[in-house]
C-alpha cells in the first residue's frame, strides 16, 4: 500500500552533515505519522525522529539538538537533516511508516550512514 525509498547515505567526516530523504508512494493517505530508524554494527535498532501529519516531532536524546526531521508534502518526501555526526551515529538508516491501522508499519530498505573519525 505504501512504499518508501531512502536515500542521501554516504561516507562522512566526524563533525560534518548528511541529509537523509525518504520518498513516499501508493496510498499516503493512510499514514499518520513517519519516521527513521537506525541499527547500528552489533547493536539493537533504534528509534530516531518521528513527526506526525500535525507536525509532532520527537527524537532520541542522543540526536536532540543534532538531527532535525521535517517533511515537503508537495514532494512527498520526508528528511533527516543529520548535524554535527559522530562516529557513533553510524548505522544503517529506515525510513518508516505509521498506518492509520494500529499496528500497521511500512519500512524502506534502508541506506548506510558510516561516520569515520
Known amino acids: 500500500q505504501v512504499q518508501l525509498v531512502e536515500s542521501g547515505g554516504g561516507l562522512v567526516q566526524a563533525g560534518g552533515s548528511l541529509r537523509l530523504s525518504c520518498a513516499a508512494s501508493?496510498?499516503?493517505?493512510?499514514?499518520?505519522?513517519v519516521g527513521w530508524y537506525r541499527q547500528a554494527p552489533g547493536k539493537q535498532r533504534e528509534s530516531v525522529a518521528g513527526?506526525?501529519?500535525?507536525?509532532?516531532?520527537n527524537y532520541a536524546d542522543s540526536v536532540k539538538g543534532r538531527f532535525t526531521i521535517s517533511r515537503d508534502n508537495a514532494k512527498n518526501t520526508v528528511y533527516l537533516q543529520m548535524n554535527s555526526l559522530k562516529p557513533e551515529d553510524t548505522a544503517v538508516y529506515y525510513c518508516?511508516?505509521?498506518?492509520?491501522?494500529?499496528?500497521?508499519?511500512?519500512w524502506g530498505k534502508g541506506t548506510l550512514v558510516t561516520v569515520s573519525s
Open positions: 518508516t511508516a505509521a498506518a492509520v491501522v494500529y499496528g500497521v508499519d511500512y
Open positions: 513527526i506526525t501529519n500535525g507536525g509532532i516531532t
Open positions: 501508493g496510498s499516503i493517505f493512510s499514514i499518520r505519522a
